[in-house]
């Protein structure tokens, strides 16, 4: 007869470090963009440019 309680020790041990891991990645990956140089913004077609940006939408028909 299988041992259970072994079986249950086991994946519970085993869940416990994978939400271990997880959890470790989660703050690595939010150590790095914390301390990641600020990224400028360029903006491509600022507001008011007169550029070949999408048309302004037209007043509807009545």
Do not use: W
């Amino acid at each position: 007869m299988p041992d259970y309680k072994e079986m249950y020790f086991h994946l519970m041990h085993e869940t416990t470090r994978a939400i271990n891991l997880l959890v470790k990645a989660q703050q690595d990956c939010e150590d790095m963009l914390l301390n990641a140089p600020e990224t400028p913004v360029v903006l491509l077609n600022p507001a008011g440019d007169k550029g070949d940006g999408p048309a302004a939408p037209s007043e509807p028909q009545a």
